[in-house]
């Protein structure tokens, strides 16, 4: 169930990126929400970077759950365009330490970022931690904690692709 997303959106080249985030801590289905939000934060136009075909896949899912939004999911995929076969074919680092996972590509290409020490540091943390939001009985500051980790998290993997596609052009010149 998709329940969060985050877009860091660079309007041209060498611009700081504006960041836009979802996450809903709510019971209810958020995928109506979810999908409207972010194609009001895409916009209608230019490169959506991804880092595999997982946001694709989720995509897919979304538009055979909410068939209304088909036609605009479907522009949205034909936008998407995936870092991952570039840097798997044309990068190699020995702090990749054989992985081209973005946890292990990020801070080889970009020294001092890293997931470490973070309060969600992969997908299967954040999904167990959304769960413990949403079902659990946590107080308040402990809710508070779980929402920044996520969105931390969620912040920290489309940053990424920015910084890491800095690094990459930084290479070219």
């Not at 997931?115 to 949403?134: C, N």
Request: glycine share 8%.
């Amino acid at each position: 169930l998709p329940f969060q997303w985050s877009v860091h959106l660079q309007r041209e080249p060498g611009a700081e990126p504006q960041h836009f985030e979802f996450l809903t801590t709510e019971t209810t289905d958020p995928r109506r929400e979810f999908i409207t939000s972010l194609c009001s934060a895409l916009g209608k136009s230019g490169s959506i970077v991804v880092y595999s075909a997982f946001e694709s896949q989720r995509l897919s899912e979304l538009a055979a759950w909410l068939p209304e939004f088909a036609g605009r999911i479907k522009k949205i995929q034909r936008r998407l365009w995936d870092l991952l076969p570039v840097v798997r074919n044309h990068v190699y680092h020995p702090k990749f330490a054989g992985s081209f996972s973005i946890k292990n590509v990020l801070p080889a290409l970009v020294p001092g970022m890293t997931y470490d020490g973070m309060g969600v540091a992969d997908g299967t943390d954040a999904g167990m931690a959304w769960e413990s939001l949403v079902r659990g009985t946590p107080d308040a500051a402990e809710r508070d904690r779980i929402k920044k980790a996520l969105l931390d998290y969620c912040g920290q993997d489309t940053l990424a692709l920015v910084k890491v596609m800095e690094a990459l052009k930084g290479w070219r010149t």
